[in-house]
């Protein structure tokens, strides 16, 4: 898989530099208490509970109705939207963790979950700035260095990553997320062996997060590793079956293996559940319509299926006119396409 | 008390030079149709958006259109925005004949200063320094720009000492005058939306030939609104931070004032794109609140945000409480709110009829009584974003057609097809200005239009049916009486309006208050409630006129 992977969610504990707004302690004092219980209960839910996210944003919103300015009510507001994860709330997740800091800038953890969002967006930049200004503010915080690794890793600097996520490693050697940057870190780096280790202790230790399940299976397939890899992504389905990225790869692996019959059974699994458009401002939502792509041409070239796989390589350079290897399978097809006709024509064919 | 009225004369006038269909035989009913008049009325402004290979958003917002008697000779004159830098703005005289004169050179107000290198977008109309003629302030993606009236015919350009450009790469987008303070001058609302990267400007769609599209809003930051406050010398004062409306969450719009609680003073709503709406309760000390949360405007009833574009604000059930229409983007339904009355308000959209609105991405609207009947009706000008969106959604074109909603008692019906050929015309639609300006009584639109001519629409009036416009004149309230609350009393029932001409996207709307009257023949009362607290009632005023009402 080309790019980049981040951790769907890491669920981070609200730290305890998160204070009230100002403004709500001007509240009346009973009121005030009131909502800080309900933060207290409702906050809990948005870090540990993703299946009630959709009640904790309402119990949100009525709280900032009886208190529009209580900038936890938008951190965690924010932060619920997030854990939704749908790219049409993703813009109000960003606006709400914006509000929360204006509000409040004390309030780090929004500074977290807003770097990654703006890492789903693509804007490796502004990650790296509200990174560094949490860091600022909370010297050492392990994810908050695994996080920027990672940043640094996705702007082309993956021996920083290394060392930030050793850090963090160094301060809590259980965090996943470290562990999982690093190996993506590694493999970036070319230290495939190492890379996979990382990411197979990351399996182990045994978040129900995908994306170390996808990275394993592409790092096992690039090793050709065929058969760790099903096994692997088989695994991932087990945790949520709607990722296409797990059935493009299944479909990649049974390709190398020659049971096409069964790639293209992934194949037509990944595109019945990919729902993204090109329009997703999510740039890993347009990665799956690229990969998706990218295998469709490479398995119906395999099955002999010419037309087909000039169609779908030429949908591959629509996104990326640029992508080489696209363009070196699409030009193989097309002289076997040629080399065809000329077998077709009288006298062609001895 | 009466000062002076317009005659009414003229509308015999136009009604005998003008081809009227509703006067033919065979004319289906009568139904107000809009007539384009556009090029007759000698305006060949044409807008100039800038649009590139590097497909830099603002290049998608085109300009607003205003509605502005600078002469104060009883006829709005036309003001319209031009997008591209360099590209001029323009100033037409109403020569009180159906016909209009470019006078943007002798007037000043081209934009030839900041507007040189900024993309020039909305546009605020109002009497800042009260001295009885209308000021110019134009919005752009760079710096904005404050024309004092001079009251001969003549602008300058006083934006410097009045400290109300806002940072050189702002990017403002609607605007509005509104005494929020009730001190008796004018203070400046204007709407931010994204911090957009000029020089890097992202690639979004495919990288095949001829599909690269605009990019989405999501994938920048929103930008603080900022409110100036007048200090009564010429000069305003950012107040936005103390005032609590610096919220960078937002991607503004649209913008619009009313008191939306009837306790005396301006709220403000703002449509926001893709980021939930924002609704600023005012605190009567100088301050507001973002209520959105609690009043239930900030999303759709799904509890989504929308790409909200144009807004307006204003009685459509008759309960005497301001609803919020606000347009959306393609797919997106257009949104009234209704409100209740106790702070709460309520979508409304699909059982007031408006479900029409889906496919079409709105942008400029008004709620207007185009027919007199005592209700307000509403004008929605459509126009995708992207100019290639067929290449990705083949059921949506760029250029679309209006939208025109006839209020039947508080429910609206889609007569958008009865109401004249000019509605019928696809236009990528942005700016929309109401005000009569022929003075017949009935209430015409001007659209602007990326890219393209805009289009004066003429309306061409409901036999039958009485009006009254009002121009307020402020004394210890600002002199144009934007903000005064009017509530009309006929034997067919009782209207409460508003004077605030800020509504609709990046436009601005007559500052004169039209009251369709029905078959009255008189209006039993007026009540003014002006922003200084000045009450005011008038008794048994004729209808079918120009009234002037000032301030006791």
Known sequence: MRGSIVFALAMLPVAPWASRSLDAQQTDQAKAAAIQERLKRVGADVMSRPDRANDAIRELKAILAEDPRSAEAHMYLGIAYRVLGSPEMIGEAVAELRQALELEPRHVPARFYLAHLYLNLGRATRAREELEAALAQAPGQPQFLALLGETERQVGNPRRSVDLNRQALQANDSLAEARYYLALALLDLKQTDEGIRELERVVQSGPAVVDAYVSLGTAYIEAGRFDAALETLARGTQIDAARPELRILMARAY???????QAQAQLKLASSKRGASLASPFQQDQQVEFDLRLEQARLAAKQGRLDAAAESFQRVLDMDPEYAPAKRELAEVRKQMQERVQKKKPGGQR | MIERAWPAALVSLFLLSSSSPAGQPGAPNRRARFVDVTASAKIDFVHSSGSSAQKHMVETFGSGVAWVDYDNDGFPDLYFVNGAPG????????????????????AGVAGEGAGKTAYKTGVAVGDYDNDGFLDLYVTAFGPNVLYKNNGNGTFTDVTATAGVAGPPTEWSTSTGFLDYDRDGDLDLYVANYVEFPMTNSPFCGLRKEGYRMYCLPTLFDGVADRLYRNNGNGTFTDVSKQAGIAN???????VTFCDFDRDGDEDIYIANDMVRNFLYRNNGDGTFLDVAYGAGVGFDSNGKPQAG????????DGDGLPEIFVTNFAEELNTLYQNRGDGIFEDVTQKAGLGSGFVPLGFGTKMFDLD?????DIHVTNGHVIDNVKLYQPNLTYAQKDLLYENIGGKFRDI???????LQVPRVGRGLAVADFDNDGNLDVVISSVGQRPALLRNQGTPGNNWITIRAEGTKSNRFGLGATITVETPEGRQVREINNAASYQSSNDVRLHIGAGKAKTISRIDVLWPSGTKQTLQNVAVNQNLVIKEQ
């Open chain 1, 255 to 261: 390709r190398s293996k020659g049971l096409l019959d």
């Open chain 2, 87 to 106: 590209a001029p703005n323009a100033l037409y005289h109403n020569n009180r004949d159906g016909t209009f004169s470019d006078v943007t050179r002798q």
């Open chain 2, 248 to 254: 960078p969450a937002g991607k503004g719009l649209g």
């Open chain 2, 309 to 316: 574009m144009g807004v307006d604000c204003a009685d459509v």
């Open chain 2, 372 to 376: 007199n009947d005592g209700d307000l």
């Open chain 2, 416 to 422: 958008t097809d009865v109401s004249g050929p000019a």
